[in-house]
């Protein structure tokens, strides 16, 4: 199959993975909580895995495989706790998992740069695991499943990203950024923002969970620090010389660069809803 879609032009592969990505997340998210957690937690350790693959090219030696699995544990842990399955103070057992890490460093004989790569550990889990574990405390509103918070977020997500990506192809002259995203233009973002806008009256029409000046500041939220979550990938990319973050998604590169407007996201948008509603 991936053989078959390289024959195809970047959008045509673009809008097949994005029909097939939007139908997998949307059918999860529609049908239960479960399902919910499982692709968000499937999500993130994917995304994670990749950002600490992309860390050793640059040859740093962060601990990939324990520092994903605190990420998952860290998602599985808030869905619980968030649910009332468990009580509020279980999150402290994430603390000792955590100060593991120093432990399992010690005796990494062959690393030279042993807390430059604890560091790049951390990393992994403060930019990744927590914004996904927040998208969950967004999910389970007052310990009910709540669908329409994150269908809601994450289609005001792609609005942003189709609308930026059609008005910067067709328009695009005025640099947004040039030093850290050369192709990225004012004209691209003032697209993103009118398809924002344009679902943010959608959703405050037909979602009922908010009132409708909610889900413009979400929208707002969502323009403003989803483009900034594109920028902080690309900076980070031009960091370690590469172009894609992967090519596990035809079109689309790889799951960093699919989702990281959203991991900037999650930590405004958790913080209004907690302030506001």
Known sequence: MRSSLSKLSNLQQRVIAAVIGVAIIVSSILYSDLTF???F?????????????????????PLTSYGTMCGVLLIILTFVIEK??????????????????????????????????IG??????????????????????????NYEIILGSLLLLWATDVGAYFAGTKFGRRKLFERVSPKKSWEGALGGAASATLISFVLGYYFQTFEPWKWFCIGAIIVVTGTYGDLV??????????KDSGSS???????????????????FIVTFL???S
């Open 37 to 39: 957690v499982l692709l």
């Open 41 to 61: 937690s499937t999500l993130s350790m994917l995304t994670q895995l990749e950002f600490y693959k992309l860390l050793g090219l640059d040859g740093n030696q």
């Open 84 to 117: 009332g399955l468990i009580g509020f103070e279980n999150y402290f057992l994430i603390s000792p998992l955590l100060a593991m890490i120093f432990f399992i460093k010690l005796y990494k004989k062959n690393d030279l740069k042993p807390f430059t790569n």
């Open 120 to 145: 790049f550990t951390f990393l992994g889990l403060i930019y990744v695991a927590l914004p996904f574990s927040l998208i969950v405390v967004m999910a389970m509103r007052g310990g009910v499943y």
């Open 233 to 242: 990938e690309s900076l980070f990319k031009r960091s370690i010389a590469i």
């Open 249 to 267: 998604i035809p079109g689309h590169g790889g799951f960093l660069d699919r989702f990281d407007g959203l991991l900037l996201s999650a930590p």
């Open 274 to 276: 907690k302030l506001f």
